[in-house]
């Protein structure tokens, strides 16, 4: 008898694409999809997306795998996600959901900074420092401007969830980001929006990753009715799981359109460090992230900027032939600010050390670079130099170059898992797998299913790392050297 195919859905919901995934029991992916979502800009920091197109997103792709892929419905047991963190999102019952706001969205500092001066004490409980892009900084701007009542969610999965099983909720990975949770008790804070002074909204039930949150109800995206949906998890703690990250000693970067350092903590840190504290799957333990607004946006720009035509292997070969240390030529990656170890909204980019011999593939060569010092700068400052190999996940992993290029500034291994891409959509399957009993415990999953990728390996070339050590040394003096320079 032919034994039956037994999936899970995931889904990540990001913030340029919806990715999903359908994952078999031996932890290996079955099919994949990806639908591109728009950002909507405006005046005054405002950056916002239709939650509707998070739905159409989900929908397409299951409609490619049960229509034009003929993959049977009965085979999905469960469905998870992974999503953007630190958004505000209003239902309210059938209306139609308004735009969400999204974490960048930098609209709120007024109110972040009456948060900051008449409750002082919430960076203490919550563990993070509120500002502009604190969900409940946003809240409080919205009270203000005449927004009506309504239950807020906090991160796009939790959007779809609710349009897949009616239930409002989040998880404690994601609360631990809005400004309103006790990250001891993982419990919202007492009369939070009260004190910020937007109690007509309704804060959703706090659920752990792995909780059920509801079951499919009728046809919705033509997933099976009654099927476990679980909360899962910001996006954050999906990749912390994703790259194996349980435990202290452990660390991962992710670089996408922005990126970040984590670690797992036993006790929460200070929020005067610019470091943010999420809760972790784990329970009882927490992630520290220092977080870079700084990281494949930048290396966007650089392509549009000096290969706008080429495709981005060919961008990719021309960095990697250009010379090491770019002749002599620094970059500062600052282009949006930065908010670790460097706290400056303000703070922008910089060249350094243009020569008659500098070549536009030094310029392209030094963007890499500095992103890299970048990076190291921001673990030396969260977890100290030199502390084993450096998991490198996210998109950014797919330049080869910066992969390379990293190695040689950091002298450490690289290794960029399998399917790096994807990696917060198939961490984020743990809570699936725990739930159905596919594996005891997430400790289990990661021996299982993580420990046993085929992970590629970049070897730091060490005629390299001595220029690039001289290179860092006078990086770290840039910023301090312009800090106080403002030309606009």
Avoid at 46 to 65: A, F, H, N, V, Y
Avoid at 446 to 466: G, I, S, T, V, W
Wanted: aromatic fraction near 10%; charged fraction near 20%; glycine fraction near 10%.
């Amino acid at each position: 008898m032919k034994k039956k195919m037994e999936l899970i859905a995931v889904f990540d919901i990001g913030t340029s694409a919806v990715k999903g995934l359908l994952i078999k029991k031996d932890g290996s992916i079955y099919t994949e999809g990806a639908k591109t979502v728009q950002t909507f800009k405006g005046e005054n920091g405002k950056m916002e997306q239709d939650p509707e197109e998070w739905w159409s997103g989900i929908r397409e792709i299951t409609d490619s795998w049960f229509e034009r892929h003929a993959i049977p419905r009965e085979a999905i047991q469960a469905v998870t996600f992974s999503g953007q963190m630190e958004d505000v999102i209003l239902i309210r019952g059938n209306e139609t959901t308004k735009r969400a706001i999204l974490y960048s969205d930098m609209r709120a500092g007024e109110e972040a900074g009456w948060i900051r001066r008449h409750h002082p004490y919430l960076e203490d409980v919550t563990a993070n420092t509120i500002a502009p892009s604190t969900p409940l900084a946003k809240l409080r701007w919205l009270a203000h401007h005449g927004e009506k009542a309504g239950t807020v969610v906090f991160s796009a999965k939790d959007y779809i969830i609710y349009k897949l099983t009616g239930s409002l909720v989040t998880d404690t990975v994601t609360g631990a980001t809005t400004g309103a949770m006790d990250i001891h008790s993982k419990s919202w804070y007492p009369d939070i929006l009260q004190k910020a002074g937007c109690p007509h909204f309704s804060l959703p039930e706090l659920l752990a990753p792995e909780a059920v949150a509801g079951y499919v109800a009728g046809n919705s995206c033509g997933l099976p009715a009654g099927i476990p949906v679980m909360c899962g998890a910001g996006d954050a703690g999906a990749s912390t799981m994703g790259a194996g990250a349980l435990q202290e000693g452990d660390s991962y970067y992710y670089i996408g359109t922005t990126g970040w350092a984590a670690v797992p903590a036993a006790e929460p840190a200070s929020s005067s460090t610019g470091v943010f504290t999420l809760a972790h799957l784990l329970p009882q333990h927490y992630i520290s992230i220092a977080p870079l607004l700084n990281a494949g946006n930048v290396l966007d720009w650089a392509k549009q900027t000096y290969m706008p035509d080429a495709g981005y292997h060919a961008f990719d070969e021309t960095i990697n032939a250009a010379r090491p240390g770019a002749g002599g030529l620094l970059f500062l990656p600052y282009l949006h600010g930065e908010r670790f170890p460097v706290q400056d909204k303000k703070a922008a980019g910089l060249f350094y050390g243009i020569r008659p011999d500098t070549t536009a593939s030094d310029f392209m060569r030094a963007v890499v670079e500095g992103l890299c010092y970048s990076l190291r700068h921001v673990a030396d400052s969260l977890i100290g130099s030199g502390k084993g190999d450096i998991t490198l996940i996210g998109g950014g992993t797919k330049s080869r170059a910066w992969c390379q290029v990293l190695a040689d500034v950091t002298g450490q291994t690289v290794r960029v898992p399998e399917n790096s891409e994807y990696l917060p959509a198939f961490g984020i399957s743990a809570t699936a797998f725990y739930q159905l009993g596919w594996s005891p415990d997430y400790h289990t999953f990661a021996a299982d299913f993580l420990k046993k990728r085929n992970d590629a390996m970049y070897q730091p070339h060490l005629e390299n790392c001595e220029l690039y050590e001289n290179g860092y040394a006078a990086y770290l003096k840039l910023y301090p050297a312009v800090e106080t320079l403002s030309l606009i």
